[in-house]
């Protein structure tokens, strides 16, 4: 196997380079949803030509909402300041040091996205449609039940929706606003405070034509109380054993489409969020433990011509990662992929940087199992070797591949 994979990456791969980024856009056609991955929380290279590509979306095929791998209220200060809304801080800098302080802030308070949102921030003054910049994620709890009880606070005329929201949210109160208390108690809930939760959402999405869209406020209040009523069953299921996983991509997914219906049939979707939840589950080791993922369900719900994954991955290099969860980020290596890997397959094809296209004519040439590696933000690169490779089939995992040979750390802000 490794000699005929290598002998079709030599034949199929293209070199890294503003041209093959434009066969990837001309491979994406009319497709309505792209999803953009990364190997790493922490690579240099993964932001920088994700973000390549999404300028050429916005501006060759009209896409106009980037959803991404981060919280919505974080997001939604991003959204205000690309789109000019209200107040805005002096700069990109100023607004990702201020919004992203949860761990790991990194993600998104780095070089790299601050560059990149100032691109958006003037492509916008040109454009009439605005693109959008929105968090998919579920972990800020507590930040979205305060976004919806503030909403309803200053606008007395939903009245019975805030009372609704406060009986609901009640729940939540004895935990000191830490979610990972919450799950520890979650186990021993009522079905009345997950009801709650649950029924404040349906009365919220009943009356939301009464609520003002300047500013995307109405989308801003369905969306965290969507936030809250799917984290609340995340962090209970992290005590039962459940499939916290699928249940976290899953409410992506939701928020996926709750973008979508807001923004109509002219909504254009970049997705931007790790292979992991990018890269089709069913095509990887994740379906034997029955885990589904993004790429997953918007292949299913959308079909496979209305959308298009790009994965990443790297050979070596180095990479902003922290040992345990919750400590001091840190620079890593990354050490050489096995020969017998997907990156160690690509190293040996070209010590270049390279892209693949896949395609109903060459997939099957990429689909043999192999391991694909896959840092998160708690990484030991001395033991990656027993849980750091996904076995995948790489040519059905993704439609299209973007490989660099050496990566580097990703650059985050500092104060």
């Known amino acids: 196997m490794p000699r005929k994979l290598i002998n079709a990456i030599k034949e199929h791969s293209l070199p890294l380079n503003d041209q093959s980024l434009d066969r990837i856009i001309e491979a994406i056609g009319n497709a309505r949803i792209v999803m953009i ?3 790493s929380h922490g690579t240099s290279e993964f932001y920088t030509i994700r973000a390549e590509l999404s300028k050429k979306l916005i501006e060759e095929k009209g896409f106009n909402v980037i959803a991404v791998e981060g919280d919505w209220p974080s997001a939604q200060a991003v959204n205000r300041y690309v789109k000019g809304y209200g107040e805005e801080p002096d700069s990109a800098r100023e607004l990702l040091l201020k919004s ?4 790991p802030s990194w993600m998104w308070a780095n070089e790299e996205i601050e560059s990149f949102l100032e691109w958006l921030k003037k492509k916008n003054t040109s454009l009439d449609k605005k693109v959008g ?11 979205s039940i305060d976004e919806v009880l503030n909403f309803l606070s ?27 208390h919450y799950s520890l108690s979650a186990a021993h809930f009522t079905d009345e405070c997950i009801h709650e939760v649950s029924s404040l959402l349906k009365s919220l999405r009943s009356n939301e034509e009464r609520y003002p869209d300047k500013y995307e406020e109405d989308l801003n209040v369905i969306m965290n109380a969507l936030v809250a009523k799917n984290a609340e069953a995340y962090y209970r299921e992290m005590m039962k054993d459940a499939n916290s996983w699928n249940t976290r991509d899953e409410h992506m997914v939701e928020a996926i489409n709750e973008l979508a219906n807001y923004h109509g049939e002219d909504a254009k979707i970049i997705i931007w969020e790790h292979n992991t939840h990018i890269g089709d589950a069913s095509e990887t080791s994740m379906k034997n433990e029955q885990m589904i993922n993004v790429g997953q369900l918007i292949r299913e719900q959308y079909g496979k011509d209305n959308t298009f994954a790009v994965g990443f991955g790297t050979y070596q290099g180095t990479v902003i990662a922290s040992d345990r969860w919750g400590d001091p980020l ?36 990429f689909n043999d199992w192999i391991g694909h590696r896959a840092i998160g933000v708690v990484y030991h690169p001395e033991y990656e070797a027993f849980g750091n490779y996904v076995p995948s089939r790489v040519g059905s995992r993704y439609d299209a591949f973007i490989f660099i040979n050496h990566s580097n750390a990703l650059r985050p802000l500092k104060e």
């Open 37 to 39: 991955g990364e190997a």
């Open 100 to 103: 992203f302080h949860r761990w």
């Open 133 to 143: 910049f929105y968090g998919i994620d579920l972990y800020s709890l507590y930040e």
């Open 154 to 180: 200053e606008n007395p005329k939903y009245n019975v929706d805030l009372e609704h929201a406060r009986k609901a949210f009640s729940c939540f109160e004895p935990y000191n606003r830490m979610p990972e």
């Open 330 to 365: 840190q620079v890593m290596e990354v050490p050489a992929s096995k020969l017998n890997t997907w990156e160690g397959q690509l190293h040996a094809a070209s010590q270049e940087d390279q892209v693949l296209l896949f395609t109903n004519e060459n997939r099957e040439l």
